[in-house]
């Protein structure tokens, strides 16, 4: 009788476990608050995904991280984690900075360039799009990997460029942040759903706070 009470248990745990595992998704395109003044410097803006297993094609654009189970798959093999939107990871950090500089005043054109297209490629459109500036990232690396704790790897350059596509202020930033700690969240995907996004809004925040990037958005000799 108890082997028979038991498996209806074991087969609701895995189910409830495999939920936490299985069609997770992080939100990238929330607000975010940039430390800048306010301007109306006419730019564009270009994000490029150059992590090298979607170059290679070995993720898709919007694959954001992995979701470790710890059972039924006690060796902790990885589920893909995507954006939210479905949209390439580019495509959602491009809307997140286009909002967060329009509030603050500035015509905003979002550059239509291929997420893994060249630097070279994307700072040569500029000509095309009739602006004074040109913000550039480039994400080298961006992914959580998510078990007990939700990490992220990060490695961004942010540059801005003239009308000329010179480039005339930057800023990088690479890491390895665990934004959790050890935790024993009931759900731990749902927590990097939470915890991955603010930390999105904090990069986007010291990349743009440095010396010299505000008098460059703004037009000033930096």
Excluded at 204 to 211: C, G, I, S
Aim: with cysteine; aromatic share 8%; net charge neutral.
């Amino acid at each position: 009788m108890t082997r028979l009470l038991r498996a209806p248990v074991l087969l609701v745990a895995v189910g409830f476990l495999s939920a936490c595992v299985y069609g997770r998704k992080i939100d990238y395109q929330a607000q975010v608050e940039l430390n800048v003044p306010k301007g109306s410097t006419p730019m564009a803006i270009a994000v490029l995904d150059h992590r090298p297993y979607v170059v290679s094609g070995a993720k898709s654009t919007s694959f954001v991280g992995s979701q470790r189970s710890g059972f039924p798959n006690p060796i902790g093999l990885p589920h893909d984690v995507n954006t939210e939107s479905g949209a390439p990871l580019a495509t959602d950090f491009s809307h997140a900075i286009a909002k967060a500089l329009s509030a603050k005043g500035f015509s905003v054109t979002e550059l239509n360039v291929a997420a893994t297209a060249s630097t070279d490629d994307a700072v040569a459109l500029i000509a095309k799009a009739n602006v004074e500036r040109l913000v550039l990232l480039e994400i080298k690396e961006w992914r959580t990997d998510t078990l007990t704790d939700v990490l992220l790897y990060y490695d961004l350059s942010l540059g801005i460029f003239d009308n000329k596509g010179v480039r005339i202020a930057q800023n990088a930033i690479a890491g390895r942040d665990d934004l959790t700690g050890f935790t024993l969240a009931v759900d731990y995907a749902a927590t990097a759903g939470e915890v991955a996004p603010e930390a999105f809004k904090r990069k986007m925040t010291q990349l743009f706070d440095k010396e010299g990037m505000a008098a460059a958005l703004t037009g000033a000799t930096p």
